[in-house]
């Protein structure tokens, strides 16, 4: 780790954020339980720092059952409030109650496309895009109009942007980045 440059963004005091800058943000991972995962952090992030949100990720996996999408698209009222108190996590209670709600929806975008996935390739034709220095794009807010149609919350055009490049989608390591790339 010693003294490579990193975006702008890494926290170089804390190693699990570069643990993540370096092996896992940006690099295309596709299938249903990380893309979940990621989308339900991404959502917890609006208002605050990626890092809080990582530093917590260890006690959300506990909390929502490794992120099992059909057990959480199941809890209750009774599982609602466990959550908002659990103080291992964020507890604010209308993100609580969309992460729930949002796993029925993308299950339901399951069910239609086959995988979550082959959804987003709808609008990115399965390509990746690279770009650096933007907090959304039309493909974001193209992404984000279509989930709030689809009844999800907490899915504004920033998080959908971030959520993309976390997963691999848009590729925005900056130019100052050991790992930035001009073109894939």
């Known amino acids: 780790m010693g003294g490579r440059k990193r975006c702008k963004w890494c926290n170089l005091k ?17 299938d249903d339980g990380y893309l979940y995962e990621m989308l339900i952090l991404e959502s917890f992030q609006a208002g ?27 809890y209750g009222e ?9 103080k291992s996590i964020i507890r604010n209670r209308r993100k609580i109650s969309a992460s729930i709600k949002n796993s029925k929806f993308f299950l339901n975008i399951i069910k239609e496309y086959g995988s979550f996935y082959e959804y987003l390739s709808g609008f990115t034709g399965g390509k990746t895009i690279i770009e650096v220095d933007k907090t959304t794009s039309e493909l974001s ?13 907490f899915v504004g055009s920033v ?6 490049q976390a997963i691999g989608v848009i590729y925005s390591h900056g130019k100052e980045c050991f790992l930035y790339k001009a073109d894939k």
């Open 14 to 30: 804390n190693e699990l954020y570069i643990e993540y800058h370096d092996s896992e943000w940006g690099v295309p991972r596709f």
């Open 159 to 164: 998080t959908i942007y971030s959520y993309l």
């Open 48 to 74: 605050l720092s990626w890092e809080c949100v990582l530093n917590k990720r260890e006690a959300f996996r506990v909390a929502y059952d490794g992120f099992d999408i059909e057990k959480v698209a199941r």
């Open 141 to 153: 807010d193209a992404i984000s109009r279509d989930l709030v149609k689809r009844g999800m919350t």
């Open 78 to 86: 009774e599982k609602e409030r466990e959550l908002s108190e659990n």
